[in-house]
């Protein structure tokens, strides 16, 4: 008998369709694009198929290899099961469940076996659930499929939980009344046990369905009690989830379901301390990452109760949680090496994710400062470390402090003054205490020096300066709390740094900042007075120091005295005071320091003298001497050149209260510093100066910068040093364009006349040859020996000058914020765009680039000046010219500057409608801008000449620009767009500027009479120039995608006067009348110039085609126009 089944079985499965057997293969594919093709394919060939015999193998091969080991193959199998029940309804559960006993048996099977055909059944039981064919069937048949789901379920451990989830999937689609009458029924019996025999899986289950069922779920009758997470509950289900976890565990959902749970239940102090902390004594990671799981969904989901956050950073816990980032941190170097590398990997990403959350949990509105401050005090106190921030890798402090209100500011500075001064302890454990240590005191200190600067004190001035004058103490007088116990010149440089970070942050009130350090002078004055205090700083600075620091305070004593400041008195105490605090810093500082309050003693002398002599003026005239303000520029450009944020912030504070007082010359000043090409350059000077000084006495780098500029320069100098080969290598594959210009020295000046042309080698002589490879061999050596000159000096120098200028950049950004002159906006573009070629030249300078950029933005951005006196038309022509030609500049660097062109060239635009409408006021009428005169050269000579290098964009741009000019360009398009010698990309490219024209005008609306008899015009002309060159014009040849363009234009002509209500006399269906008549002869005209081609190069000898491939691959390969060209004149 089985013998003939066997052989009735293979004579069927042998007349099944060969598609349908080929589309089987695809299931098995890794991509799951492939399965899907795979199932759709036999989906399709069996709807399409008669045969009953392709259904039934179908249905019988993928219930059989459900049950197959390879989860890959499962997947696709499994889809294609969905999709069969939910297309063919003539499949009953009877047959499946046949099936199953037949194919997915574990009779003599082995144990590994019989998890797979037991997965196997499951499958089938959700593929019977997914396509709701359970609800087709009678109440009989649905519980014999979820007994079979449960009975499968229990073959195996690990298939408890794809039951479980399955089955709630399912019950999650159905209404109550369904769940109570038709399915709760046949799986209730089975939870109803004490809660100690549920297992993750029927816990879960009980959770999911009860929250979505719950008045028919009754958990009393159930497990005893009305809540799974009840009170009585916790300690069991916490033992539940912590004991016996496996890797494969960490992820079972049951403990993102207790924690969203639990998050706003008021037993969640009890679950966290009792329940979970009480069992991580010990290092166990799976134990440990289900705790961080938790605790990480809770932080996500509590809204209520946020008192109890603080308990949640429990000592067990976070212990735990802190050996793994010591640990990580101590094996650095080796953990590549390490066999739980993995472990750390997982363990520290996961600890990340839960301070994230905890940061994100403390800045909901309903934290109060107390709960922020606790929080602060056990991640940096107890049990947690000071140094918390480079330990963990995060700044989740720093984000918890500035979510801080007065009092917990006040309340955590209390705190750190502790450490500083060393008046509190460390806690180790129960009766051990230690001081702390210098670089726990150190990161008191950084944190004081944070809070110092913190929104919420911004007016508390005399909180300000009680912690500044402490860290003072420290840094400048190395006297701290206990004078017995001398502090260290290292404590007292790294606080010292601390200190001057105060400053970093800008200052709410200008009279704040004076309050401030007038007081700070002051401290210093007193403290100066003891001879113990005096002899130290005698011993620690040169005797200059001190004069220079009796110097300012002379100065600042004469202009203290003044009722009234002004600006200008303000801006000179502050630099005056901030300067004399930097008398007490570096070497380095200190001689900037020193010149810098000596020129500005004389500077301020000469104002109060030109003050007298307008004693009777105006306080608007005071800027008719500029000589005060120029000198002052140049003191903060000296200032500025020092690598300190401080100072940084300083100069941009006083700045903006020299605004009103800024001359061109002084504008001029700063932005000459970032012309490469101007021989003034303050900076050139100084280079070379400290060029000089490092050679005859270099100056040793002590690691203790007062500012965080020179600290990140360091490290990167010091990580220069190991990667120089490497990084030499970089620079010379990002830097084409340097040796693109020692390739045009070599070739002459002929390179430079026309850099689109090529070089045909055929027209050299051998001799010429020779000399042009020796000419290139030497270019390359040069350049190449120059890159390999670099050194870490030469990097540090570049660096040097790239972060002066972007500091320079930030006065310009300050100037530009407020209306400036516009005089001195446009003598900004040429030095800008100098600055931007020399940095696209140097990779080395890309961040500088980005900043000029980003300035040029911003100047092209403004609408409104404060003057535009002595600007006429023709100085905006030079600006504009100046702009748009490209000199010398070659096709790449002109390319790369494309963008800042077209920028430059609207805001020209710009800058002219300003001009004209003051003339028109005094005029009362308004001529053409001769601007339109050098646009429509351009316009001419883009479309014209082939070298022309300025980009599409440019010329959407201006068209598109709101300004009467656009329409006198249109005609110039019109005439190139219909001219036969014009390129045929050429004449496309007219089109898309046309169509551009008109969406602008859509945008803008044209209503003046005189626009709108302009506009008729120019439609005029470009309908009679359209229709007498496609009718008449017999060698006009265009292809195809040119009348795709021009229905285009014509339709959105059309869409713009019907929506605007322009009045116009274009007919715009007999345009297109035209356009479709004249497409197909044209058309044909392009083919035979195709062909022409074509058999034109049939034609060349072997050698040629050779030398064609050869110059392809080089990326050197001449137009096809221009080939086809020559060999017609060969002919």
């Known amino acids: ?340 590398e993995d472990d750390n990997k997982i363990m520290i990403k996961k600890q990340k994710e839960l301070l994230n959350a905890l940061a994100k949990a403390l800045k909901s509105d309903q934290v109060e400062d107390s709960i922020r401050v606790e929080i602060l005090q056990k991640l940096l106190f107890n049990p947690g470390e000071m140094n918390f921030a480079e330990i963990t890798g995060t700044t989740v402090v720093k984000s918890i402090i500035s979510d801080l209100k007065k009092d917990g500011v006040k309340k955590m500075a209390k705190l750190f003054k502790g450490v500083l001064l060393n008046t509190s302890k460390k806690f180790l454990k129960e009766n051990v205490e230690r001081n702390w240590y210098n670089n726990e005191r150190v990161k008191a200190a950084e944190l004081l020096s944070y809070l110092v600067s913190h929104e919420a004190i911004k007016d508390d001035t005399e909180f300000k300066l009680t912690y500044m004058k402490l860290l003072m103490c420290f840094g400048f007088f190395k006297i701290g709390g206990d004078d017995n116990v001398a502090v260290s010149s290292e404590l007292s440089g790294a606080i010292k740094s601390c200190f001057y970070r105060c400053f970093t942050s800008r200052f709410s009130n200008v009279d704040n900042l004076v309050t401030v350090l007038s007081s700070l002078s002051s401290f210093i004055c007193n403290i100066l007075q003891k001879e113990q205090v ?148 303050p900076l050139t000077q100084e280079d070379s100066e400290s060029e000089n000084e490092d050679e005859d006495n270099p100056v040793q780098e002590n690691g203790k910068e007062s500012d965080e500029e020179s600290e990140e320069e360091e490290e990167e100098s010091e990580s220069d040093g190991d990667d120089e080969a490497d990084d030499d290598d970089e620079e010379e594959m990002r830097t084409p364009e340097q040796l693109r210009i020692a390739v045009q020295k070599a070739l002459g000046s002929a390179a430079l006349e026309s850099d689109a042309e090529s070089v045909d080698a055929d027209m050299i002589d051998e001799e010429e040859g020779k000399k042009l490879d020796e000419a290139l061999a030497e270019a390359f050596k040069q350049f190449h020996q120059s890159k390999g000159k670099k050194s870490k000096k030469d990097r540090k120098d570049k660096k040097s000058l790239s972060d002066f200028r972007i500091r320079v950049l930030d006065l310009v950004d300050i100037y530009l914020e407020k209306d400036p002159s516009m005089d001195i906006c446009l003598g900004m573009i040429a030095p800008l765009t100098r600055c931007l070629e020399f940095c696209i030249q140097d990779s080395q300078f890309s961040e500088l680039e980005n900043r000029v950029r980003k300035t040029i933005k911003n100047l092209t951005k403004i609408r409104k000046f404060s003057s535009v006196d002595d600007i006429d038309m023709n100085i905006l022509c030079d600006h504009l010219k100046s702009v748009i030609e490209k000199d010398a500049r070659s096709h790449f660097l002109f390319q790369a500057l494309g963008d800042v062109i077209t920028f430059f060239a609207t805001f020209i635009i710009h800058c002219s409608e300003k001009i004209d409408t003051k003339k028109s006021k005094v005029t009362k009428s308004k001529a053409a801008s001769p601007l339109t005169d050098i646009f429509k050269e351009s316009l001419q000579n883009y479309f014209q000449n082939r070298n022309c290098m300025l980009p599409i964009i440019f010329f959407h741009n201006v068209l598109q620009t709101d300004w009467d000019g656009s329409y006198a360009l249109v005609p110039t398009i019109i005439q190139n767009v219909f001219n036969k010698n014009v390129r045929l990309f050429r004449r496309n490219e007219g089109l898309e500027l046309l169509s551009g024209f008109y969406r602008s005008l859509k945008r803008s609306k044209p209503t003046s009479d005189k626009l709108i008899k302009q506009l008729i015009s120019l439609e005029t002309e470009f309908e009679t120039t359209l229709v007498d060159t496609l009718k008449n014009d017999s060698e006009f040849s265009v292809k195809n995608n040119f009348f795709i363009i021009l229905r285009k234009l014509i339709n959105i002509m059309q869409g713009f006067h019907e929506s605007c209500q322009v009045e116009t006399k274009l007919n715009f269906k007999s345009l297109l009348e035209v356009v479709g008549s004249c497409k197909a002869t044209v058309k044909t005209v392009n083919n035979k110039q195709i062909q022409d081609t074509q058999a034109v190069k049939k034609t060349k000898p072997k050698k040629n085609k050779k030398k064609r491939k050869f110059e392809q691959m080089n990326g050197n390969a001449e137009p096809q126009q221009k080939k086809i060209k020559k060999s017609s004149e060969s002919e």
């Not at 993750?200 to 008045?215: E, G, H, R």
């Not at 700045?655 to 700063?670: D, H």
Request: proline content about 3%.
């Open 534 to 681: 005096r002899a130290k700083i005698e011993k620690q600075f040169p005797k200059e120091n001190m004069e220079c620091w009796e110097m300012l305070q002379e100065v600042c004593g004469k202009i203290e005295e003044n009722n009234t400041k002004t600006k200008v008195d303000k801006v000179f105490l502050i630099l005056l005071y901030q300067l004399g605090l930097f008398l007490f810093s570096e070497p380095v500082h200190v001689k900037i320091a020193r010149s810098s309050i000596k020129e500005l003693k004389s500077c301020y002398e000469h104002y109060k003298k030109g003050k007298k002599k307008q004693s009777k003026a105006k306080k608007e005239d005071l800027s008719a001497d500029p000589e005060w303000i120029e000198v002052l520029v140049e003191v903060l450009l000296s200032i500025l050149s020092a690598e300190s944020s401080v100072l940084r912030s300083v100069v941009q504070c006083v700045f903006r209260l020299l605004w009103e007082y800024l001359t061109p010359s002084a504008v001029g000043q700063i932005v000459s510093v970032l012309d490469p090409e101007n021989e003034s350059n």
């Open 1 to 340: 008998m089985t013998e003939e089944t066997d052989s009735n079985t293979v004579q069927k499965e042998n007349k099944v369709s060969a598609s349908v057997l080929d589309a089987f293969d695809l299931l098995k594919a890794p991509k799951d694009d492939a399965k899907l093709n795979g199932g759709s394919k036999i989906i399709s060939q069996l709807h399409g198929s008669e045969n009953e015999k392709d259904l039934q193998y179908v249905l019988k091969r993928l219930v059989r290899s459900l049950g197959a080991n390879v989860p890959n193959m499962r997947t696709g199998y499994f889809a294609t099961l969905v999709a069969l029940l939910s297309n063919f309804e003539g499949i009953t559960i009877p047959q499946l469940l046949e099936l199953v006993k037949k194919e997915l048996h574990s009779n003599g099977s082995s144990k590994s076996e019989v998890g797979d055909v037991a997965l196997g059944q499951i499958l089938v039981c959700g593929a019977i659930f997914r396509s709701k064919l359970i609800l087709k069937c009678s109440s009989e048949e649905q519980g014999e499929v979820i007994q079979l789901l449960m009975a499968a379920g229990k073959k195996k451990s690990y298939l408890s939980t794809v039951a479980y989830l399955i089955l709630l999937d399912f019950l999650k689609g159905v209404d109550i009344e369904q769940f109570a009458s038709v399915y709760w029924p046949l799986i209730k019996q089975d939870f109803k046990k004490d809660l100690k025999e549920h297992t993750l899986d029927s816990l879960y289950f009980l959770m999911v369905i009860n929250t979505k069922f719950p008045a028919k779920v009754k958990l009393r009758k159930l497990i005893g009690s009305t809540d799974v997470l009840s009170e009585d509950n916790i300690h069991t289900v916490c033992e539940k989830m912590m004991t016996g976890i496996d890797f494969n565990s960490i992820g079972h959902p049951i403990y993102k379901e207790v924690a969203t749970n639990i998050a706003n239940s008021p037993h969640l102090q009890l679950f966290w301390t009792s329940g979970i902390d009480s069992q991580l004594v010990k290092h166990n990671r799976n134990r440990e990452l289900v705790a961080i799981n938790i605790l990480t969904t809770v932080l996500h989901n509590i809204n209520t109760g946020l008192e109890v956050l603080p308990e949640l950073v429990s000592r067990n816990f976070f212990k735990l949680f802190m050996d793994w980032f010591k640990g990580l941190q101590t094996a650095s170097k080796i953990r590549s090496k390490r066999d739980n």
